[in-house]
C-alpha cells in the first residue's frame, strides 16, 4: 500500500510506480549492477538590501531528474530538465552507456519506505509568505545596526529561501521522498572612522519556518552582532607572527575542523588513497581529548537532512573518537567498495550533479575544561573567534585560514583586537596539539556552504573552546 506522502511526491513529479519499475529497467539494461533515478523541484527567492533600500528581490523555479547508472569503480550520469517518462528514459540510456555488457533487465520493483527521520517539520513554508514581511525584517535589521554606533556608515542585508521536494527511487527496491525547506540571512556593516573602514559579519538560519528569525536568530541579535564585529575591528593592531598557543573560540571556528579534518575524511578521497587519513583506521590521528562528529540527524540544522541523496537514512557517525581514527563517511558507491556500511553522507547540489560522500553538520565533542581557564593557562598567544575564507590541501592537510576576528592573549588575559592574522598548519598535525577542551560546545548560526568538485551544499560546523600547543600565525606586525 502506498502512502499518502509517497503519493504526494508521485503526483508533484507527475510519475507512477509502473512508469518508474521501466524506467529503472531502462537504466540497467546494458549490464549496469545499480541505479537511481533523483527527481527534484526547487522553488528559490533571494532578496537584498543596500544603502536602505531593497536593492533585489528574484524568484526562480528549477525542476528535473538525475539518472544514475554504476559498474564497478565507473559511473553513468545523465538528466533531464523535463520530467516526462520519455525524455527520463532517454537520460537511462546515456546513463546506462557506461556498462560494457550486454545485457537486458527485468522489471525492478520499488517499495515506498517511511523516513526515519522528521527533522524540519515547517507547517509555513516562508516562500508562501507576503515579501513584506521579510522586507521588514531586514529594514529592522538595518535601523538597528546603524544605531549601535554612529561610525556604521553601510549596511548590506541578504535573505535566501527555498522550497525544495525531492523524491529517490533506487534499484535496490527504495522509494522515498523529502520536502526541505532552507533559509539564511546575512549581514554585512561597514564601518568608518576617519577612513579606516571595516567590516563584521553575522548571519545564520535553516531548516526552520519564518518564526525562528523572530524568536531564535532575532533582528536585534543579527543587528548587534555585525555592527560590534566592524566596529571592533576598527581599534584592531597588526597580528604578530610566529609559532604560538592559539586558543579557538566555540561555534564557527569549527569550519578549521571542517576544511583542514573534515574532507580528509570522506571516503572518496581515502578509497583511492589520497587523504592525509587513507589507512589510518584504528589509529591515532588526534589528541585523546578530540572527539569529531558528523550528525546529519539533528533537527533543523542547516546540514541536516531527513534522507540523503541517495535516499538512505542520515546518520551519527563517529570520525574520531578519543585521538583514534574510527570511520569515514560515505555514499552508497563508496561503501559498496570500500565493504562498509553506509552513512547517508551521499549528496549533490543538485539534479545536474552526481552525489559523492559530504559532510552534513561536523563538530568536535565538548570537553570538561572551562573556557575561562584555557584562556588563562596562555602566557602568550592569540585568540580566534571568527575565520573568513581559508585553503586546504586534501592529500597533506596543509590548510591556511584567515581569522576575521581575533585577539591577542597576554599573560592569561584577552586584550587588543588584531587584524590580519592567518592560521598555518596541518590538519593531522593540529589535531595531536589539542590540549585543552572546553565544556562549551556550540554549533554555528547556519551559514556554512561546503564547495566540493564544483558543487555546493549547506553544511554546519562546531567546536567548544580548544587550545592548540602550537601554530603557526602568519601576520602582518613588521
Known amino acids: 500500500m502506498i502512502s499518502d506522502a509517497l503519493k504526494f511526491f508521485s503526483s508533484r513529479f507527475h510519475i507512477s510506480h509502473e512508469d518508474l519499475y521501466g524506467l529503472l529497467a531502462e537504466?540497467?539494461?546494458k549490464g549496469g549492477e545499480y541505479a537511481d533515478l533523483y527527481f527534484e523541484y526547487r522553488l528559490s527567492n533571494t532578496l537584498s538590501l543596500e544603502e536602505q533600500i531593497v536593492k533585489s528581490a528574484n524568484q526562480s523555479v528549477t525542476q528535473g531528474v538525475g539518472v544514475r547508472v554504476v559498474v564497478g569503480e565507473k559511473t553513468g550520469y545523465a538528466y533531464t530538465d523535463e520530467?516526462?517518462?520519455?525524455?527520463?528514459?532517454?537520460?537511462?540510456?546515456?546513463?546506462?552507456?557506461?556498462?560494457?555488457?550486454?545485457?537486458?533487465?527485468?522489471?525492478?520493483?520499488?517499495?515506498?519506505?517511511?523516513?526515519?527521520h522528521d527533522l524540519y517539520a515547517v507547517p509555513e513554508p516562508i516562500c508562501d509568505l507576503p515579501i513584506g514581511?521579510?522586507?521588514?525584517?531586514?529594514?529592522?535589521?538595518?535601523?538597528?545596526?546603524?544605531?549601535?554606533?554612529?561610525?556604521?556608515?553601510?549596511?548590506?542585508?541578504?535573505?535566501?529561501?527555498?522550497?525544495?521536494?525531492?523524491?529517490?527511487?533506487?534499484?535496490?527496491?527504495?522509494?522515498?521522498?523529502?520536502?526541505q525547506p532552507l533559509s539564511r540571512i546575512g549581514v554585512n556593516c561597514i564601518a568608518d572612522a576617519d577612513g579606516n573602514r571595516q567590516s563584521g559579519r553575522a548571519g545564520g538560519g535553516g531548516r526552520y519556518g519564518f518564526d525562528f528569525f523572530e524568536t531564535?536568530?532575532?533582528?536585534e541579535l543579527l543587528a548587534t552582532e555585525a555592527a560590534r564585529s566592524a566596529i571592533v575591528q576598527l581599534d584592531a593592531v597588526d597580528a604578530p607572527a610566529g609559532t604560538m598557543e592559539v586558543v579557538l573560540?566555540?561555534?564557527?571556528?569549527?569550519?578549521?575542523?571542517?576544511?583542514?579534518?573534515?574532507?580528509?575524511?570522506?571516503?572518496?578521497?581515502?578509497?583511492?588513497?589520497?587523504?592525509?587519513?587513507?589507512?589510518?583506521?584504528?589509529?591515532?590521528?588526534?589528541?585523546?581529548?578530540c572527539t569529531v562528529i558528523d550528525d546529519g540527524t539533528?533537527?533543523?540544522?542547516?546540514?541536516?537532512?531527513?534522507?540523503?541523496?541517495e535516499g538512505a537514512a542520515t546518520s551519527h557517525t563517529v570520525l574520531i573518537e578519543k585521538g583514534i581514527l574510527r570511520g569515514y563517511i560515505n555514499d552508497q558507491l563508496n561503501a559498496r567498495l570500500l565493504g562498509v556500511p553506509r552513512t547517508g553522507n551521499g549528496?549533490?547540489?543538485?539534479?545536474?550533479?552526481i552525489p559523492m560522500p559530504r559532510m552534513t553538520n561536523t563538530f568536535m565533542l565538548a570537553g570538561n575544561d572551562q573556557p575561562e581557564d584555557i584562556l588563562r593557562s596562555v602566557k602568550r598567544g592569540l585568540y580566534a573567534?571568527?575565520?573568513?575564507?581559508?585553503?586546504?590541501?586534501?592529500?597533506?592537510?596543509?590548510?591556511v585560514f584567515s581569522a576575521s576576528e581575533a585577539y591577542l592573549i597576554e599573560d592569561g588575559k584577552v586584550t587588543v583586537p588584531v587584524k590580519g592574522a592567518t592560521l598555518i598548519g596541518n590538519g593531522p598535525d593540529v589535531l595531536t596539539k589539542v590540549t585543552a577542551v572546553g565544556n562549551d560546545l556550540s554549533l554555528d548560526r547556519g551559514m556554512g556552504t561546503c564547495g566540493k568538485d564544483g558543487q555546493s551544499v549547506p553544511v554546519g560546523v562546531g567546536m567548544p573552546t580548544i587550545k592548540i600547543a602550537e601554530i603557526t600565525v602568519g601576520g602582518t606586525k613588521s
Open 216 to 219: 531564535d536568530l532575532t533582528d
Open 249 to 289: 573560540g566555540p561555534g564557527w571556528p569549527g569550519i578549521l575542523l571542517h576544511e583542514a579534518v573534515g574532507h580528509g575524511l570522506e571516503a572518496d578521497f581515502n578509497r583511492k588513497k589520497t587523504s592525509a587519513f587513507s589507512d589510518m583506521i584504528g589509529k591515532r590521528v588526534a589528541s585523546e581529548l
Open 27 to 29: 537504466a540497467l539494461g
Open 347 to 353: 549528496r549533490r547540489e543538485s539534479y545536474h550533479h
Open 385 to 399: 573567534v571568527q575565520f573568513g575564507g581559508g585553503q586546504v590541501d586534501i592529500t597533506s592537510g596543509k590548510f
Open 133 to 179: 514581511r521579510k522586507i521588514e525584517l531586514l529594514n529592522s535589521i538595518d535601523k538597528k545596526a546603524r544605531a549601535f554606533d554612529k561610525r556604521i556608515r553601510e549596511v548590506q542585508i541578504g535573505f535566501a529561501d527555498e522550497y525544495k521536494v525531492v523524491m529517490v527511487a533506487t534499484s535496490e527496491g527504495v522509494l522515498v521522498g523529502d520536502v
Open 83 to 116: 520530467i516526462t517518462v520519455e525524455s527520463i528514459r532517454r537520460a537511462a540510456r546515456t546513463a546506462a552507456c557506461i556498462a560494457n555488457e550486454s545485457a537486458t533487465s527485468g522489471r525492478v520493483n520499488v517499495s515506498p519506505r517511511p523516513n526515519h
Open 298 to 309: 539533528i533537527a533543523g540544522r542547516r546540514g541536516s537532512l531527513n534522507i540523503d541523496d
